[in-house]
Antibody, heavy 118, light 107 residues
Framework: QVQLQESGPGLVKASETLSLTCTVS?????????WDWIRQPPGKGLEWLGS???????YYNPSLNSRISMSIDTSANQFSLKLRSVTAADTAVYYC???????????WGQGALVTVSA | AIQLTQSPSSLSASVGDRVSITCRAS??????LAWYQQKPGKPPKFLIY???TLEEGVPSTFSGSGSGTDFTLTISSLQPEDFATYYC?????????FGQGTRLEIK
């Protein structure tokens, strides 16, 4: 059973950089799947942030205005998210997920709440 | 970006009812659509992909249909565990987008 687990600081100061890592277990990240980040502000809907492939090629949501970057470490079976210049609007539960070739997200982490403080 | 609009935004129903949720795309997406179920404090659960294919382990009371711009998720006989929020998601083109969600509540 594929497992994903987000880790990182739960509190980030405004204007600083949010950094999260997703550790994948029971499955090699070096495989033909995309590895994605999705977030959900408290009480709101889902927003796709970006995808990264095993090769390191990535796609980002243009709504983030180039504040986002993702990386992948196949040796550690992890992928990571960095979001720069955060504001209160970036407060959310951040999920990492595996996206299968059909395009759907079949495995998700439990989510990590990140709060941006003033 | 392709916008997805779900209707209704919320819905009250009883155990045993048949309910449908619609998802309309702002442009044609063929069948590149998935559906998810989310319960409070949990990540979304993958239900359907390619608009109508049930993910393994999903009860057959769930079904999906549609292509192009109009899609429907139907639950043929509501069970107590089905009360949750449902989201559609398109993967026809980047950025990947989700509908705003439909909250299904017990009447």
């Amino acid at each position: 059973q594929v497992q994903l687990q987000e880790s990182g600081p739960g509190l980030v100061k405004a204007s600083e950089t949010l950094s999260l890592t997703c550790t994948v277990s029971e499955y090699s990240i070096n495989s033909p799947y995309y590895w994605d980040w999705i977030r959900q502000p408290p009480g709101k809907g889902l927003e796709w942030l970006g995808s990264i492939y095993e090769s390191g090629s990535a796609y980002y949501n243009p709504s983030l205005n180039s504040r986002i970057s993702m990386s992948i470490d196949t040796s550690a079976n992890q992928f990571s998210l960095k979001l720069r210049s955060v504001t209160a609007a970036d407060t959310a539960v951040y999920y990492c997920a595996r996206r299968e070739p059909s395009g759907g997200f079949d495995y998700w982490g439990q989510g990590a709440l990140v709060t941006v403080s003033a | 970006a392709i916008q997805l609009t779900q209707s209704p935004s919320s819905l009250s129903a009883s155990v045993g009812d048949r309910v449908s949720i619609t998802c309309r795309a702002s442009q044609g997406i063929s069948t590149a659509l998935a559906w998810y179920q989310q319960k409070p404090g949990k990540p979304p659960k993958f239900l359907i992909y390619d608009a109508s294919t049930l993910e393994e382990g999903v009860p057959s009371t769930f079904s999906g249909s549609g292509s192009g711009t109009d899609f429907t998720l139907t639950i043929s006989s509501l069970q107590p565990e089905d009360f949750a929020t449902y989201y559609c998601q398109q993967f026809k083109s980047y950025p990947i987008t989700f509908g705003q969600g439909t909250r299904l509540e017990i009447k």
